[in-house]
C-alpha cells in the first residue's frame, strides 16, 4: 500500500525542479526544502503576517528589485551634459526620485487575499509590456526623424557655406554673417543628431527591460502553476486515502455484524453520514454481501476475516491521517508562504516595468525641453559670454559700408586702366569745361584733396624730405634707424587715448578735407603734428583714416605680396587649429620689418576690441575692416599681383578669416612666455 499513499515529498520534487535552475533565484524566492519548513509553516500565523526564516534570503523591497544590474539598466544610464552650443544638458543625480519606488506591502495582503491575485498580476505585466514596448518603438521612430532632420541641415549648411565662398557673392560684413548663420545651424543640426542618439539609446533600454520583464514573468508563472499541481495532487490522494478507509471501515462493520449475528436495526449500528443517501446505500450493500459470504463458515475463518479487515482499516488510517497532514502543511505553506513571495515577486515585476517606463518618458520630456531650450538660446543668448544670436548677426550687415568699400576697391582696381567710357576731363580746345567743386566725404572726394594738395592749393608746408606714404616699409625704418614706424606708434597712440570707446572707430571714415590736411602734415613734418591738440582730438576718426591710408599706399603690402597666397591657403581650412597653427607659420615668415609692425598693430587692435562694448567693433568686424588694407589690392599687370588680379573679391573672405584669427589667437602667435613673467 505504500504506492498509495502521498508523501511529503511533492514540494520537493516540484521545487528541486524549479530552484534548482538559476533563473529562479533572481526573483530571490525562498528554497521550500530546507528541513524546518513544513514544521514553520504549520506554525506560521494567518496571511496577515508572513514569516521570513533566518536561512532564507530576506525581502526585497521594490527598491531592491529595482536596483538589479541584470534588469535596471536604466538607472544607471550615461549622464547628458548640456550647454548653450550642446543642446544636452547634465542629468540631475536626484533623477531617479522623479518616479516612486515605494513598495505597498498592503496591496501584497490584499492580493493574497485574491483567488485571482496571480492571473491578476500576470495579465497586469502584459499591459505594462505592450506600453513598455510602445514607448520603445515611438523612440526609434522619433530618433529616425530627428537624426535625418539634423545630418539634412548640417549638410545643407556646410554646403551653402562653401558654394558661397566659391561664387562671386558680396564680401565685406555680409559675408561674416552669412558664414556665422551657417554655423548657427550647424550647432543647431549636431543638437539635433545627439538627441536622437540619446533616443535610441531609450529605445534600447526599454526594449531590454520589456524582454528581461517577459522573461521573468514567464518563469513565476511556470512556478506559480507548478505549486498550484502538486497541491491539487496531493488533495486528490488525500481523497483517494479517506475513500479506502471508509470502504475498509463498512467491510469491518459488516463482519462484526455478522459474528455476532445482529442485524443492522437491532445492532443500532447507523451509517457515519446518516444523512446521506449514498451511505445508507453503500452499508446496505455491503451487510447483503456480508451475508452472503459469511453463510456456512465457521467461527475460526470469521475471526481471522476480521483480523485481516482490521489490519487493512489500521493502515488505511494511517495513510489517510498522513495524507491529510501533509495536505494541510502543503496548504499552509502555500497561501502562507509561496504564494506572497510568488505575488511580491510579480508585483515587483510590474513595478519594475512600470517605474523604467515613466522614468524613460519623463527623462524624454526633460530631454526635449532642453532641445527647445538649447535651440532658443542658439537663437537669441541670454548673455553676451554665450556668443552672438542669429539675428544679432543679419543685423550686424552694414550694407552702407560695404558698398563704401566695394566702391573705394572697384575704382583703385579700375584706376590703371583704360577708360570705357567718354572721358571726364580733357583741354579746354576739345571742349572740355572744368571740374566742379566738390563737397563731402568719401572716396572721390579724397581723391580730389590729394589732387589739389598736390598742386600746392592748400597750404605750403615745409618738407623735410622723410616722407612716410608710400615708402617701402623696411626702407623708411633703416632710413629713421627705428624699430616700428613713427607713424604708427604716433597715430595708435592717440587713437588709444582718445578713441576706445568711440562708436564704430576704423569703421567710419573722417572728414576727406581733415584726412588730406593730416597726410600731408605727417607726410612733410611728422614731428610738427600734435595729435592732441583739439584739431584732431574732436574727430579721431581722421586720425584712423590717415593710418589706413598709410597701410593702403604702402608699394608692398604689411603681409607681403610673395606670402598672399599662403595667407589664403591657410585661411581656407576648416579645421580652426590646424588654421591657426598654419597662420601662424605664415606670420613667423614675414621679414622682420613687417613681422614687429604686424606684432604692435595687431595689439593695437586687440585692445580696441576688448572695449567692444562701448565701440560695437569686435574682432570680426576690425577683421573686416583690415582684411584688404593689411594684405594690399591686387592691380593688374603689377609684379606677382598680376596672378591675384581676377581673385581679388573672390579672396576678400579669407584675407578677413586670417585676420580675424591671428587677432583671435594674439596672445599665442607674438607673446612670450618671457613677456608675460614680465
Known amino acids: 500500500m505504500a504506492d498509495e499513499g502521498y508523501s511529503s515529498t511533492a514540494w520537493e520534487s516540484t521545487d528541486n525542479s524549479e530552484f534548482n535552475t538559476s533563473q529562479t533565484p533572481h526573483f530571490g524566492l525562498f528554497q521550500p526544502n530546507s528541513p524546518s519548513l ?28 529595482l536596483g538589479r544590474t541584470s534588469s535596471s539598466r536604466w538607472r544607471d544610464s550615461v549622464p547628458v551634459t548640456i550647454e548653450r552650443k550642446d543642446t544636452l544638458s547634465m542629468i540631475p543625480s536626484d533623477a531617479v526620485s ?49 537624426e535625418e532632420y539634423g545630418k539634412s541641415l548640417q549638410k545643407l549648411a556646410r554646403t551653402t557655406s562653401e558654394v558661397y565662398s566659391m561664387n562671386d557673392g558680396k564680401a565685406g560684413s555680409f559675408v561674416g554673417a552669412w558664414q556665422s548663420s551657417m554655423k548657427i545651424h550647424e550647432v543647431m543640426a549636431e543638437n539635433r543628431i545627439r538627441f536622437a542618439q540619446r533616443l535610441n539609446e531609450m529605445s534600447d533600454e526599454l526594449a531590454s527591460l520589456a524582454k528581461e520583464v517577459d522573461k521573468n514573468r514567464k518563469q513565476t508563472k511556470e512556478l506559480a502553476s507548478r505549486y498550484e499541481r502538486a497541491l491539487q495532487e ?25 459474528k455476532e449475528g445482529e442485524s443492522l436495526k437491532d445492532g443500532g449500528l447507523q451509517p457515519k453520514n446518516q444523512g446521506g443517501v449514498a451511505g445508507k446505500r453503500a452499508l446496505g450493500k455491503a451487510v447483503a454481501k456480508g451475508g452472503l459470504l459469511l453463510k456456512g463458515k465457521n467461527p475460526g475463518n470469521i475471526q481471522r476475516q476480521e483480523d485481516d479487515i482490521r489490519t487493512r482499516v489500521s493502515n488505511a488510517s494511517d495513510l489517510y491521517r498522513k495524507a491529510l497532514t501533509d495536505t494541510q502543511a502543503m496548504r499552509q505553506e502555500y497561501f502562507n508562504f509561496q504564494l506572497p513571495r510568488i505575488l511580491r515577486a510579480l508585483k515587483e515585476c510590474a513595478d519594475e516595468i512600470d517605474l523604467g517606463t515613466q522614468y524613460h518618458l519623463t527623462r524624454y520630456a526633460f530631454l526635449f525641453e ?11 543668448p541670454v548673455g553676451p559670454e554665450d556668443g552672438v544670436g542669429l539675428k544679432s548677426t543679419i543685423e550686424s550687415i552694414d550694407n552702407r559700408a560695404d558698398f563704401k568699400i566695394y566702391m573705394q576697391n572697384y575704382a583703385y582696381a579700375r584706376g590703371g586702366a583704360a577708360p570705357r567710357g567718354p572721358r571726364r576731363e580733357g583741354p579746354a580746345e ?187 567693433m569686435s574682432i570680426q568686424n576690425l577683421a573686416i575692416v583690415f582684411g584688404q588694407t593689411l594684405f594690399g589690392q591686387m592691380i593688374p599687370g603689377n609684379g606677382s599681383f598680376s596672378n591675384h588680379a581676377n581673385g581679388g573679391m573672390a579672396d576678400a573672405p579669407f584675407q578677413n578669416k586670417a585676420i580675424e584669427t591671428i587677432l583671435d589667437h594674439y596672445s599665442d602667435i607674438f607673446v612670450d612666455e618671457a613677456e608675460v613673467g614680465a
Not at 572707430?505 to 592732441?532: C, F, P, Q, T
Request: hydrophobic residues 35%; negative net charge.
Open 38 to 65: 513544513i514544521h514553520e509553516s504549520a506554525t506560521a500565523p494567518a496571511l496577515s503576517s508572513l514569516p521570513v526564516k533566518p536561512s532564507s534570503p530576506p525581502p526585497r523591497s521594490s527598491s531592491d528589485s
Open 98 to 146: 522623479l518616479v516612486e519606488t515605494s513598495f505597498d506591502e498592503n496591496v501584497l495582503r490584499v492580493l493574497c487575499e485574491l483567488d485571482c491575485g496571480v492571473p491578476l498580476l500576470l495579465d497586469r505585466i502584459k499591459q505594462s509590456m505592450v506600453s513598455c514596448r510602445e514607448a520603445s518603438v515611438f523612440f526609434k521612430k522619433r530618433a529616425v526623424l530627428e
Open 234 to 258: 496531493s488533495e486528490l490522494n488525500m481523497e483517494k486515502s479517506k475513500n479506502r478507509l471508509e470502504v475498509s471501515s463498512e467491510e469491518l462493520e459488516r463482519v462484526l455484524l455478522q
Open 370 to 380: 532642453s532641445i527647445v531650450l538649447s535651440d532658443g538660446s542658439t537663437l537669441v
Open 430 to 616: 576739345e571742349g572740355f569745361l572744368p571740374p566742379l567743386p566738390t563737397h563731402g566725404g568719401g572716396a572721390y572726394s579724397a581723391v580730389h584733396a590729394n589732387a589739389l594738395i598736390g598742386n600746392g592749393h592748400i597750404s605750403q608746408i615745409p618738407d623735410k624730405g622723410r616722407p612716410t606714404f608710400g615708402v617701402d616699409l623696411a626702407e623708411q625704418m633703416a632710413r629713421d634707424n627705428v624699430e616700428l614706424p613713427a607713424i604708427l606708434e604716433k597715430c595708435c597712440a592717440a587713437i588709444e587715448k582718445y578713441g576706445l570707446q568711440s562708436q564704430g572707430i576704423y569703421r567710419i571714415s573722417g572728414m576727406a578735407r581733415k584726412v588730406a590736411s593730416l597726410k600731408e602734415r605727417l607726410d612733410k613734418d611728422m614731428d610738427s603734428v600734435n595729435l592732441d591738440s583739439e584739431e584732431w582730438t574732436s574727430d579721431i576718426n581722421n586720425v584712423t583714416s590717415v593710418l589706413k591710408m598709410w597701410f593702403r599706399e604702402l608699394p608692398d603690402p604689411l603681409l607681403t605680396s610673395t606670402l598672399h597666397q599662403g595667407f589664403v591657403e591657410a585661411a581656407k581650412i576648416e579645421n580652426d587649429r590646424l588654421r591657426h597653427i598654419r597662420l601662424h607659420e605664415r606670420v613667423n615668415d614675414l621679414p622682420d620689418p613687417n613681422y614687429a609692425t604686424l606684432k604692435y598693430f595687431l595689439g593695437h587692435l586687440h585692445k580696441i576690441a576688448e572695449y567692444e562694448a562701448e565701440n560695437s
